[in-house]
């Protein structure tokens, strides 16, 4: 109906009220859908916008940043014709009205730029929004800290050297001290934040781990908001990934008792951060993969595998019992003895799981290093070939030396088992073979 090039005018009328409605309506419009924000565009009125903004009351300087923030938040192409009008310098004055709406309202359109890419959050660093957005978070509305927060968390993830300048600014030391700040709403966002600048490297890490957010950052796994509790494992996943050390520092401050409590308090894609730092940690070395099973951590990731109905969960959990059984046979056996091989190879030999989780659940790791043949002794009758060949492998390192198993291994039908195990002359596998029939008299083998 034409309706864009009729309310074009009416953002220059005299009378401020029809200023403002007329922009809140093509705000409005903007914000339904990428199409009528591309029209806002065409039809030349971010320019209009634009040059209005500085010399307006505060009403209209919300309604102008709500018809920015609406078109920028489509597509980054959306956003760059934003940036073009020159916009962007108008809205970081707006980061520094008197009025906590107009700053509110300013912080949202340069969220909405900056979390498309890293050249459009670097356009956001470049027009000194940063600095401002850090004075932001000190406010004491709590509306403009949350979107200050989100607004810093956005240009943060896209690369080291972005959350670079927001460290810089000093952002780390006020975030974190909001850390304890009862609204759940603000704390999803801050710990967002410090996720995104820990998680590019172990310098940015530490500059997090150094302002103190240990033990702090553990009552949030106990947090009743749900979004709380995954930002803020996630933060621990993000410092915990990158070393030993680090991961060490969360386990002396007591936080993968409190992950594991959390990964059993919830469900859903909230346990996927918590079974992910249960994963770095036991990754690094043989020691914090013992303080994951002294924790107790594997019962909650067997039971993952079986209440979660999505794949990229399961294989998460398969990931990180893997994580944790492959140092040494005692790692093995932890993980074994929880009765959840069966369950992995029945994954791993399902065709309707996904790509990721037959990789995940191949029991490789464990298998190699465990010595627990009760919890072997069944796989042999279920698993593939490809698996099957380290499940005999490990056979062959154990019955040779020990005596009871090998009563046992022939009183359970491992033995007759192995007899119908096809394998090339020559192979691995018929060495293993081999191996185990020297361990009997020849008329028991036959």
């Known amino acids: 109906s034409g309706v864009m090039s009729l309310l074009r005018p009416l953002l220059l009328d005299v009378v401020p009220t029809i200023?403002?409605?007329?922009?809140?309506?093509?705000?409005?419009?903007?914000?339904?859908?990428?199409?009528?924000?591309?029209?806002?565009?065409?039809?030349d009125i971010l320019p209009q916008l634009v040059c209005s903004l500085s010399e307006q009351n505060r009403f209209y300087k919300k309604a102008a940043a709500f018809?920015?923030?609406?078109?920028?938040?489509?597509?980054p192409q959306l956003?760059?014709?934003?940036?073009?009008?020159?916009?962007?310098?108008?809205?970081?004055?707006?980061?520094?009205?008197?009025?906590?709406?107009?700053?509110?309202?300013?912080?949202?359109?340069?969220?909405?730029?900056?979390?498309?890419?890293s050249e459009l959050s670097q356009a956001v660093v470049d027009a000194g929004a940063v600095p401002l957005l850090v004075l932001c978070i000190q406010e004491p509305e709590i509306a403009l800290k949350r979107i200050a927060a989100s607004t810093l968390s956005d240009i943060s993830k896209h690369s080291p050297e972005l959350a670079q300048t927001v460290v810089d600014a000093g952002a780390i030391a006020h975030l974190a001290q909001m850390i304890l700040n009862p609204d759940a709403k603000l704390k999803?966002?801050?710990?967002?934040?410090?996720s995104q600048i820990a998680k590019h490297s172990v310098d940015l890490a530490e500059l997090v781990v150094e302002a103190e957010i240990f033990p702090v950052v553990l009552t949030c796994l106990k947090d009743s908001d749900e979004y709380v509790k995954k930002n803020g494992a996630t933060l621990i996943r993000e410092i915990a990934k990158h070393t030993p050390e680090l991961s060490?520092?969360?386990?002396?401050?007591?936080?993968?008792?409190?992950?594991?409590?959390?990964?059993?308090?919830c469900r859903g894609t909230v346990r996927l951060p918590g079974i992910m730092v249960l994963?770095?940690?036991?990754?690094?070395?043989?020691?914090?993969?013992?303080?994951?099973?002294?924790?107790?951590?594997?019962?909650?990731?067997?039971?993952?595998?079986?209440?979660?109905?999505?794949?990229?969960?399961?294989?998460?959990?398969?990931?990180?019992?893997?994580?944790?059984?492959r140092h040494t046979p005692e790692h093995a056996r932890a993980v074994a003895v929880a009765n959840v091989l069966p369950t992995l190879l029945a994954m791993y030999m399902d065709t309707r799981s996904s790509e990721d989780l037959q990789m995940k659940a191949t029991l490789k790791?464990?298998?190699?290093?465990?010595?627990?043949?009760?919890?072997?002794?069944?796989?042999?009758?279920?698993?593939?070939?490809?698996?099957?060949?380290?499940?005999?492998?490990?056979f062959s390192k154990v019955l040779p030396h020990d005596s009871k198993a090998r009563r046992l291994?022939?009183?359970?039908?491992?033995?007759?088992?192995?007899?119908?195990?096809?394998?090339?002359?020559?192979?691995?596998?018929?060495?293993?073979?081999?191996?185990?029939?020297?361990?009997?008299?020849?008329?028991?083998v036959r």
Request: charged letters at 15%; hydrophobic letters at 45%.
């Open 19 to 43: 200023q403002q409605t007329a922009a809140l309506a093509l705000g409005r419009l903007a914000n339904y859908n990428d199409d009528l924000a591309e029209a806002v565009v065409k039809g």
């Open 67 to 75: 018809v920015l923030r609406a078109v920028g938040k489509h597509s």
């Open 79 to 117: 956003a760059q014709a934003i940036v073009q009008c020159g916009a962007l310098e108008m809205l970081v004055i707006c980061l520094e009205d008197f009025d906590p709406g107009v700053k509110e309202a300013a912080c949202w359109a340069i969220g909405y730029i900056a979390r498309h890419n």
């Open 188 to 194: 999803r966002q801050v710990l967002s934040a410090l």
């Open 248 to 265: 060490q520092l969360i386990v002396n401050a007591g936080g993968v008792a409190a992950v594991i409590d959390c990964i059993g308090s």
């Open 279 to 325: 994963g770095y940690v036991a990754a690094h070395s043989e020691n914090l993969s013992m303080a994951v099973i002294v924790s107790k951590g594997i019962p909650p990731l067997c039971a993952c595998l079986i209440e979660e109905h999505e794949d990229h969960i399961k294989a998460a959990a398969a990931w990180a019992l893997g994580q944790v059984g």
């Open 365 to 394: 790791n464990i298998l190699q290093k465990c010595t627990y043949l009760p919890a072997l002794e069944p796989l042999l009758h279920d698993a593939p070939p490809n698996i099957v060949k380290h499940i005999v492998g490990q």
């Open 409 to 444: 291994f022939v009183t359970t039908g491992g033995l007759k088992k192995v007899q119908e195990i096809k394998a090339e002359s020559g192979s691995l596998l018929q060495e293993y073979i081999n191996t185990i029939n020297n361990c009997y008299p020849e008329e028991i």
